[in-house]
T-cell receptor
Framework: AQKVTQAQTEISVVEKEDVTLDCVYE???????LFWYKQPPSGELVFLIR??????QNEISGRYSWNFQKSTSSFNFTITASQVVDSAVYFC???????????FGGGTRLMVKP | EAGVAQSPRYKIIEKRQSVAFWCNPI?????LYWYQQILGQGPKLLIQ????????DSQLPKDRFSAERLKGVDSTLKIQPAKLEDSAVYLC???????????FGPGTRLTVL
């Protein structure tokens, strides 16, 4: 069975602070994919990144960066110099190689205050 | 490019009533998904279609929920009869194929009184 845990239910930071959202996953598969989605107040889930289990290179996209550590089964997401528009619920998700069913974590609500 | 469309955006019904939701995926996307997102939780997959065939409906409460994608494009999800615990946001997503990233619609917020 697959499981995704986002231990931080809510984080509050002041604008321009850096913030890291944690994600820990469990799976018995050797091939799998990890995702991050952003859910702003409008409700629509916005795809941010997909990473496969064989690619442990960290990735940076603007103010966003992702740290994949297979040894600790973690896929953490860092926002540098946070902005008010980053306020949203962020979900980490896991998919195995057999199908396209996403298993989501419980989400982390990020509040960025001006 | 237009995103995933869903309607209605909001629906309020009384328990034991029926309700239907509609989804139009991104053009050309063969795979369509319905998720249920209860307040404060992550989305949970209800059913996955590949074209007009069901790939996975293992988490669909089949005694009251049904879904179809007859022509392999639009899809409807129905609840009959609704229970209080069905109050949630119902999200539709689509992907190019069964392995590509999923793109989500704005969801339908259902309140069952």
């Amino acid at each position: 069975a697959q499981k995704v845990t986002q231990a931080q239910t809510e984080i509050s930071v002041v604008e321009k602070e850096d913030v890291t959202l944690d994600c820990v996953y469990e799976t018995r598969d050797t091939t799998y994919y990890l995702f991050w989605y952003k859910q702003p107040p409008s409700g629509e889930l916005v795809f941010l990144i997909r990473r496969n289990s064989f690619d442990e290179q960290n990735e940076i996209s603007g103010r966003y960066s992702w740290n994949f550590q297979k040894s600790t089964s973690s896929f953490n997401f860092t926002i540098t110099a946070s902005q008010v528009v980053d306020s949203a619920v962020y979900f980490c998700a896991l998919r195995n190689n057999a199908g396209n069913m996403l298993t989501f974590g419980g989400g982390t609500r990020l509040m960025v205050k001006p | 490019e237009a995103g995933v469309a869903q309607s209605p955006r909001y629906k309020i019904i009384e328990k034991r009533q029926s309700v239907a939701f509609w989804c139009n995926p991104i053009s050309g996307h063969a795979t369509l998904y319905w998720y249920q997102q209860i307040l404060g939780q992550g989305p949970k997959l209800l059913i996955q279609f590949q074209n007009n065939g069901v790939v996975d409906d293992s988490q669909l409460p089949k005694d009251r929920f049904s879904a179809e994608r007859l022509k392999g494009v639009d899809s409807t999800l129905k609840i009959q009869p609704a229970k209080l615990e069905d109050s949630a946001v119902y999200l539709c997503a689509s992907s190019l194929d069964g392995t590509s990233p999923q793109f989500f619609g704005p969801g339908t917020r259902l309140t069952v009184l």
